[in-house]
């Protein structure tokens, strides 16, 4: 057989197993599905090839999804940073659109657990290293990116002045009520 066969084989059998695992997943299966994400992890973990690159950014991908909500978040942001580190520099186009979506489930998550700023230097981060046009899905999560920071900032901005008003209304108050 040629190597371009033993090739596509192989690529038909990785996109096979990360469909199995996405139908275990939505079966509620999420350990089993776990298992076949962590095996194909550990089996092309040291093949740097763009395919088997491919293939472990998805399973690291799916992974972090299918334990949304099953893990702590602190658990789920140590595997979105596991596909982040590993493919940081990467030039490829659907790793990098794995990667955006990582930065902004990252951010969401360290918001989630009252860590804004952190959340907000993520987003910042997805901004600086992501351009509009790159993908559809990046822009995706570019927009929504922008409108966390902009939520983000609002409620912060919201807080200074409950903060900044609150001791102003006591003395107005003490004023009006003598």
């Not at 509620?28 to 550990?42: H, N, T, W």
């Not at 999804?65 to 030039?91: C, H, K, M, N, W």
């Not at 409620?155 to 409950?162: P, Q, T």
């Amino acid at each position: 057989m040629t190597e371009v066969g033993d090739e596509s084989q192989r690529v038909a059998a990785v996109n096979a197993l990360l469909r199995r695992g996405d139908e275990l997943r939505g079966l509620g299966r999420v350990p089993e599905a776990v298992a076949i994400y962590d095996g194909m992890i550990e089996r092309y973990a040291r093949d740097y090839s763009p395919a088997a690159s491919r293939h472990v950014a998805a399973a690291l991908a799916l992974k972090a999804f299918a334990l949304r909500g099953q893990v702590s978040p602190e658990r789920e942001i140590e595997i979105l940073d596991e596909l982040l580190v590993r493919y940081a520099d990467t030039t490829d186009t659907d790793i990098r659109r794995r990667l955006a979506h990582a930065l902004a489930r990252k951010g969401t998550l360290l918001n989630k657990i009252g860590r804004p700023s952190e959340a907000r230097t993520v987003w910042m981060g997805l901004l600086e290293h992501f351009q509009l046009g790159e993908s559809p899905d990046i822009d995706a999560q570019i927009g929504s990116v922008r409108q966390a920071i902009s939520d983000l900032d609002r409620g912060r901005f919201s807080l200074l002045v409950a903060k900044t008003l609150r001791p102003l209304l006591r003395r107005l108050t003490k004023l009006w009520g003598e």
